[in-house]
Each structure stands twice: as structure tokens, then as C-alpha cells.
């Protein structure tokens, strides 16, 4: 298959984490016989730096002509004091929403390697998987009137949906429910605000539509709770933006590590693929940095991007395998537990390694199968 690949790393530890993701691609092109075509092009700081603005126009033409935009981070200290329409995060900010993707889906996710990591107890994170489906282009982030009254001393934002907005990403998170284990928890404060009743009400008539797909209404403060106590009991997570961004990060303690995450916009022109954590400014160019995060990301690229789920699958097992026998990034390690502590780089390769095994193993048996 063929894919236009765009590749903006950005600052910090962009560069170090998307170079693994891109050589995990290239191995996945290279025994699978695709052709994937890479581009780079600068975001962020790295951007400011050379056209001076943290989304030139000629980044965003390649990123609008992609197939599928792999993002690193940005952000660093020496932008700080600029206002913030020229730091480095407006760049994303502006990618992200002329990229259009609506649907963010950010995977919590136990891994029993790393289930002391967790400040959860390993019995009640264990097993956990959960999607989160948040409502990206919408909500109190971008409703209208916003401002702050400075010499009145108010400020006011606004949370507004229309039906659309919440039947297209409910769409999605239904979808995506119907491929994993058939639930979704759609989240609201519908007791009390009135675009939470909209929400609820959109949310149960896209349910039937799709009757193999239990649907639950969870409160967001008791839904809050619940992930913490029983990760378990989620399946797909679907919210509107604020309540999407809050819950997602407390989720993330699950996995153990910011270094962990992926995730992934859709439902635009073109997909934008991400992970969770910054630019690390404090361990950047230390070769230190997990690339695990970045990693699975590039799986959630094959996945969405390119119906390549045997491959998506076999990254995930590699990352897996990988940390299953011992091998650790700083942010993995844990004072007093035995690890083999490794680098970036060695993270990627022995990644790499695992997956070229798995994808090797499986083609015969693909073959055979072709063949039956
Ligand atoms: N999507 C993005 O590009 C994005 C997201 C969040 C923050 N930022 C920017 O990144 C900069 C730093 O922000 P921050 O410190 O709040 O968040 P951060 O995610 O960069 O770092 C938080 C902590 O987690 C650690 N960490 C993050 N990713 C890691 C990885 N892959 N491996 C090991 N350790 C990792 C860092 O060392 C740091 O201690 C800021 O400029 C911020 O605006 C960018």
C-alpha cells in the first residue's frame, strides 16, 4: 500500500522519539512491501527558528497534501516570554484545527510490566484498557462570547455543542466500541448544564444505531471516581472536550508513565498522530527520552491511516515483549526493581528487533492462509 507520510518532530524530544516511530514505519514498509513516502518539515520552536513563525505556510501545505501527519512535540523555554499566538504550541493549536479531526483518541492502557509504576494498586489497574473518544474541535475551549473583563473583574467562557458536533463523535466512539469490547460510557454533567442534556440526548440516539454496543451515562465528577476505582469497568470513554482533556490525563496513571502515551485525531482531511507527553525540555538531547509513546503512536497510524491492523498489532506486541523482558527507559525505572535500563535509541532498536520477528513469523502464515 501506499502512504504520504508528513513527519514534523518539533523541539525538545520530538526529534529523539519521532526517529524511532519513523524507523518502526519504515521496517513495518519494508518487509510488508509497502511504500511509505516520508517528508519532514518544522513546527514549533523548531520553526520560529527558521521562518520565524511556528506553523509556516509551506508546513501546512505538506501536512493539508498528506496522508497522515506525525507529530513529536513542542514547546521550549526560551519561547516562553513571547505572547501566545507566537509560541511554539500556537503552531499545533493552528495545525490541528486545519487539519479538522474532531475525535481524540487517547488509549489508557496496564501493562503488567510496568504495573508497579502505576501509584494505582496492581489489582486494580490490572487488565485495564481503556479508549478515551474526546470531543476535540468543540465545547468551552472554543465557544463564543470568551473574554476577561479585566477592569470589571469577570471573565466568562462558553460551552455550546450543536446536535452535529455530538452525533459526528459519537458516531466514532461507537464505531470504534463495536471493534473492541462494546461499551461506551458517554460522560455529562447533564444534572446540571443544559449543553450536557443536548449531549445525553444525542449520545442515545446514535446508540441505536448500533445495537451490539451497551451504552452507560456517567456524571463526570462520579465518572472520575470510577476510573480510579475500577479501570475495568471501561470500555470506550466518550466526552466533550474539557471533560475528554481532564478525565484522559487522570486515566493516563494507569499506564505509569507520561512516556507511555499515544494518540490520535480524526475524522478531518488528514489524521494527525501524536503523543501524549511535551518536549521534555528537561531531558532533551540526553538520549534519554521513552520513544514507547511515539511508538504506539505509529501504530494508531497504521490503524487509522492505513488498515493496517496485523501490523498496528504487532508494534503493540513488540513494545510488549520488549518491556516484558526487563528493558526500561529512565522514566520506567524504579528505585530497589531490577530492569536493564536503556536509552532512546536502544528502546527503538529492540523494538524494531521484536517487530521484524513478529511480522517475519506471520507472513508464511498469512500466505498459507491465502492459499487455504
Ligand atoms: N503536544 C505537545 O506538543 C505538548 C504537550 C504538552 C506540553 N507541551 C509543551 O512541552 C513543554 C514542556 O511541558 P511539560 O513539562 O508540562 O510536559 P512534558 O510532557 O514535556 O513533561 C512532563 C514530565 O514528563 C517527562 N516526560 C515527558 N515525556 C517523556 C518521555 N517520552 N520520556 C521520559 N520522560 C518524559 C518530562 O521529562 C517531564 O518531567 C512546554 O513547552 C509545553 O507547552 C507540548
Not at 501493562?111 to 481503556?130: C, V
Request: proline residues 5%.
Amino acid at each position: 500500500m501506499k502512504l504520504k507520510v508528513l513527519i514534523v518532530a518539533g523541539d525538545g524530544i520530538g526529534p529523539e522519539v519521532t526517529r524511532q516511530a519513523a524507523a518502526i514505519l519504515k521496517t513495518v514498509a519494508d518487509i510488508g512491501g509497502h511504500q511509505f513516502q516520508f517528508s519532514e518539515m518544522p513546527i514549533g520552536g523548531a520553526a520560529i527558528r527558521k521562518a520565524g513563525a511556528p506553523l509556516p505556510p509551506s508546513t501546512l501545505d505538506a501536512a493539508l497534501a498528506s496522508d497522515a501527519v506525525l507529530l513529536g512535540a513542542v514547546g521550549g523555554n526560551e519561547f516562553n516570554s513571547l505572547p501566545p499566538a507566537a509560541r511554539p504550541e500556537a503552531g499545533l493549536l493552528q495545525l490541528r484545527q486545519a487539519l479538522g479531526g474532531f475525535a481524540n483518541l487517547r488509549p489508557a492502557f496496564a501493562h503488567p510490566a510496568l504495573a508497579a509504576n502505576s501509584p494505582l494498586r496492581p489489582e486494580t489497574t490490572s487488565g485495564a484498557d481503556i479508549l478515551f473518544v474526546r470531543e476535540l474541535l468543540g465545547g468551552l475551549y472554543f465557544g463564543e462570547p470568551r473574554a476577561w473583563d479585566q477592569a470589571g473583574g469577570a471573565a466568562w467562557n462558553t460551552m455550546r455543542y450543536t446536535r452535529d458536533e455530538v452525533v459526528r463523535v459519537a458516531h466514532v466512539a461507537f464505531r470504534l466500541a463495536g471493534q473492541r469490547r462494546k461499551k461506551v460510557t458517554s460522560v455529562d454533567k447533564a444534572n446540571v448544564l443544559e449543553v450536557s442534556q443536548l449531549w445525553r440526548s444525542a449520545v442515545t440516539e446514535v446508540a441505536q444505531q448500533y445495537p451490539g454496543v451497551a451504552l452507560e451515562h456517567q456524571y463526570v465528577d462520579a465518572c472520575a471516581m470510577h476510573l480510579m476505582n475500577a479501570p475495568r469497568n471501561f470500555d470506550v470513554v466518550l466526552a466533550e472536550n474539557l471533560f475528554g482533556d481532564i478525565l484522559s490525563d487522570e486515566a493516563a496513571v494507569i499506564t505509569g508513565s507520561l512516556g507511555m502515551l499515544p494518540s490520535a485525531t480524526i475524522g478531518g482531511a488528514v489524521n494527525l498522530y501524536e503523543p501524549v507527553h511535551g518536549s521534555a525540555p528537561d531531558i532533551a538531547g540526553k538520549g534519554i527520552a521513552n520513544p514507547l509513546g511515539a511508538i504506539l503512536t505509529a501504530a494508531m497510524l497504521l490503524r487509522h491511516s492505513a488498515q493496517l491492523e496485523t501490523e498496528a498489532k504487532a508494534i503493540e506486541s513488540a513494545v510488549v515483549q520488549t518491556l516484558d523482558e526487563g528493558y526500561r527507559t529512565a522514566d520506567l525505572e524504579r528505585a530497589g526493581a531490577t530492569g536493564k535500563h536503556v536509552s532512546t535509541e536502544e528502546a527503538g532498536a529492540l523494538v524494531q528487533e521484536r517487530l521484524s520477528e513478529i511480522l517475519k513469523r506471520a507472513r508464511p502464515m498469512e500466505a498459507a492462509a491465502e492459499r487455504a
